[in-house]
T-cell receptor
């Protein structure tokens, strides 16, 4: 049973370009969470999605960032017109359900560098 | 507003000794806490958790203690091993029924010397 798969592992973009980060949850998991880790900081929640629905996007920046989790295929975190401050590690996690004793499993992350 | 705080950025311990990592929280609504371990260039891995109805949970070399009145929890690793060297994060579900929406502390870098 493969774990949470994120790709690419490393992504370099020039300022103003678009970045697309992909996350395939573990088999049987229908809940996906995206986190961002800036240098020297802990992980910060960005968005929580279930298939075809955004459940909680309270941690998403108001502009340039969007996320989706289509019926088929991976979840996508899209950052438009990237700026240097977007450079960070982006982690995806998945869980089979919500509620007590339901830990989320994390992928290895995508390290975005904006030059 | 940092609701989960790990005030020690780093900790250095000799192999075989006890490692104690501390975490404080401010939100009295938190009722479940998790510890994650993270190696460089990898994602966090779940280590151990504790519900607020307990004050201790043990799993092998790892024990988590919760002091609700002080809003403080700690992770004890005994005995510490060089392979335990990693960044340790404490986290709490941010509310509701979603246990994947977590508030993380800043992390503590543990180094275990042989």
């Amino acid at each position: 049973n493969a774990g949470v798969m994120q790709n690419p592992r490393h992504l370099v973009r020039r300022r103003g370009q678009e970045a697309r980060l992909r996350c395939s949850p573990m088999k049987g998991h229908s809940h996906v969470y995206w986190y961002r880790q800036l240098p020297e900081e802990g992980l910060k929640f960005m968005v929580y999605l279930q298939k075809e629905n955004i459940i909680d996007e309270s941690g998403m920046p108001k502009e340039r960032f969007s996320a989706e989790f289509p019926k088929e295929g991976p979840s996508i975190l899209r950052i438009q017109q990237v700026v240097r401050g977007d450079s960070a590690a982006y982690f995806c996690a998945s869980s089979p359900q919500t509620g007590p004793n339901t830990e989320a499993f994390f992928g290895q992350g995508t390290r975005l560098t904006v030059v | 507003d940092q609701q989960v705080k790990q005030n020690s950025p780093s900790l250095s311990v000799q192999e075989g000794r006890i490692s104690i990592l501390n975490c404080d929280y401010t939100n009295s609504m938190f009722d479940y806490f998790l510890w994650y371990k993270k190696y460089p260039a990898e994602g966090p891995t779940f280590l151990i958790s504790i519900s607020s109805i307990k004050d201790k949970n043990e799993d092998g070399r790892f024990t988590v203690f919760l002091n609700k009145s002080a809003k403080h929890l700690s992770l004890h690793i005994v005995p510490s091993q060089p392979g335990d060297s990693a960044v340790y994060f404490c986290a709490a579900p941010a509310g509701g029924t979603s246990y994947g929406k977590l508030t993380f502390g800043q992390g503590t870098i543990l180094t275990v010397h042989p």
